[in-house]
């Protein structure tokens, strides 16, 4: 019954880190740099299980990486900034923020059932307590 919370755990661990991976392209999608330059890359969480105990009970879920895309961004017309070559292009990142704001309902959703997972066991162990006391 204890498994319930370590695994609910780890997914809370896992979501928080991709909550901030979402927080952190959210805020980097206005990036722009001279074509010659970097803008920032969008970042992808990976996640993978986490192996079973000698119960045989799974071990959760892990952040294992955080890869980023390219930081050659898209090319933007742009002839007004004083970045423009002299084609008038800006390189801009390549963030979509639609996709962003689809993971982060996801991200928070997931976040929230996991915790709800927490609360309900904390409730049942305390449920519990309570028989063996005899109250």
Known sequence: M???????GSALSSFHTWLDVIADNI???NDTAPTSGKVFATHYA???????????????????????????GVLV??????????????RSTDVNL???????IVAQRAYQANANVVD???????????????V
């Not at 204890?2 to 609910?8: N, Q």
């Not at 079973?52 to 892990?62: C, K, L």
């Not at 639609?98 to 993971?103: A, I, L, T």
């Not at 309900?120 to 005899?134: F, P």
């Open 27 to 29: 805020a980097n999608e």
């Open 98 to 104: 639609s996709e962003q704001m689809g993971n982060l």
């Open 2 to 8: 204890f498994d319930a919370i370590g695994t609910a």
């Open 120 to 134: 309900r066991a904390k409730a049942t162990y305390e449920a519990a307590l309570s028989i063996g006391k005899g």
């Open 46 to 72: 990976q996640a993978a299980e986490m192996p079973a105990g000698a119960d045989g009970v799974g071990g959760g879920v892990q952040i294992v990486s955080v890869h980023e895309s390219s930081t050659n």
């Open 77 to 90: 017309q742009s002839p007004n900034d004083p970045m423009a070559d002299a084609q008038g292009y800006i």
